[in-house]
Nanobody, 116 residues
């Protein structure tokens, strides 16, 4: 069992920045990848960013060049730095952790709202 707790969401104006944090606990052993997904009302959940245990990253096309994912292994924490935010970035952002070939674990999510 893995528990994920997100923090750092909030309300920000377009063009602003936020940094999300995801703290992992529990049976973290053998987790291969952690990352962020987002879901807006009526929309399908979409990839924001992934980071592997070896530091490899992958970004969704809509955030490429604006968002940066990073990790602090000593704190079992993954971060998402979000810059140049747009109203269309408004969504619930959920942290995930997975072992390849198994169902992922999910956090409760943190709301990000970007105003015009």
């Amino acid at each position: 069992q893995v528990q994920l707790v997100e923090s750092g969401g909030g309300l920000v104006q377009a063009g602003g920045s936020l940094r999300l944090s995801c703290a992992a606990s529990g049976s973290i052993f053998s987790i291969n990848v952690m990352g962020w997904y987002r879901q807006a009302p009526g929309k399908q959940r979409e990839l924001v960013a992934h980071i592997t245990n070896n530091g490899g990253t992958n970004y969704g096309d809509s955030v490429k060049g604006r968002f940066t994912i990073s990790r602090d292994n000593t704190k079992n924490t993954v971060y998402l730095q979000m810059n140049s935010l747009k109203p269309e970035d408004t969504a619930v952002y959920c942290c995930m952790a997975a072992r390849y070939g198994f169902n992922p674990y999910w956090g409760q999510g943190t709301q990000v709202t970007v105003s015009s």
